[in-house]
């Protein structure tokens, strides 16, 4: 999904935002039960679903935005410091006790942090801030879903993000200039919607059947990728700095997991 979205960003992003969400509409309908197809939108919890899809949103046109002018990797880095701020607001929204252990991995991480933006205050690139307020909005949407998970199918919690999120994708289309796609780009523009969607009820479920301690470990691969990827599409090469502080953000993200694993607490995935 992330190399799409860097791919076609000759692209408005409302528009990217929209063919990404409509598009991811199609496996969402595949997992609702049948005997649910005219009722699966039905919820008691309207005001939570409005907070979660909003905070999903702004996550995600954030995340777009960094990848359009930032390097691969170092956004991927980046997005892995969502348990960090996830683990800070739950000191606040859920009155949680957070020990010496999550604040020395919130310390560790929020370094690992400041070693990846570093071209932001040399080359002043403020975009380095998106990866940054994606994984504000990130700990908002995991917040929400921890509650909404206690009520709420998977299938309604995605709809009513994806529907929200078409939604302000298409109201762009009245102030910005939309470009017809061409075919190569419609194929890209299908995988990224399918990736997209299909990743993220995967990641989720994956959390249901198996430990987090087990779980991400093995997501953390995706950091592979993006330097594969970046390097090899864009001849983009990580810097050392982006390295050292992409391990200091997986150990610091890894510590929280396992913790908060230890203590039997419901696992969010780091991406929304």
């Known amino acids: 999904m992330d190399i799409c979205v860097k791919w076609l960003d000759y692209y408005p992003v ?4 929209f063919l990404r969400f409509f ?13 649910k197809i005219f009722t699966f939108y039905k919820t008691s919890r309207p005001g939570l679903h409005a907070f979660r899809a909003i905070s999903g949103a702004l996550a995600i046109i954030a995340l777009f935005l960094g990848l359009r002018e930032l390097p691969l990797a170092d956004v991927v880095s980046l997005t ?3 348990p960090i701020f ?3 607001a739950s000191i606040f929204f ?15 991480g929020f370094i690992g942090m400041l070693l990846i933006v570093q071209p932001a205050f040399i080359e002043l690139n403020y975009y380095y801030i998106t990866p940054i307020v994606f994984c504000i909005f990130f700990a908002c949407v995991a917040i929400s879903v921890r509650s909404l998970s206690k009520t709420e199918a998977n299938y309604t919690i995605a709809f009513y993000f994806t529907l929200l999120c078409t939604l302000l994708g298409l109201a762009t289309i009245f102030f910005t200039d939309w470009i017809m796609p061409t075919f190569i780009d419609f194929v890209l523009f299908f995988v990224l919607g399918l990736c997209g969607s299909v990743a993220n009820l995967l990641l989720t479920q994956s959390y249901r059947l198996a430990e987090a301690s087990l779980v991400t470990p093995i997501k953390y691969l995706s950091l592979v990728f993006a330097i594969v990827f970046g390097y090899f599409i864009w001849n983009e090469i990580p810097k050392i700095l982006t390295l050292l502080g992409a391990s200091l953000v997986i150990a610091s ?10 203590l039997k607490k419901q696992i969010i995935a780091p991406r929304t």
């Open 80 to 82: 892995f410091g969502g």
């Open 94 to 108: 859920l009155s949680e006790s957070v020990g010496i252990k999550r604040w020395s991995a919130v310390f560790l």
């Open 23 to 35: 598009i991811g509409f199609i496996p969402i309908f595949f997992i609702i039960p049948k005997d």
């Open 253 to 262: 993200s890894l510590i929280i997991f396992m913790r908060e694993n230890k």
């Open 86 to 88: 996830v683990t800070i």
């Open 14 to 17: 409302g528009q990217v935002l």
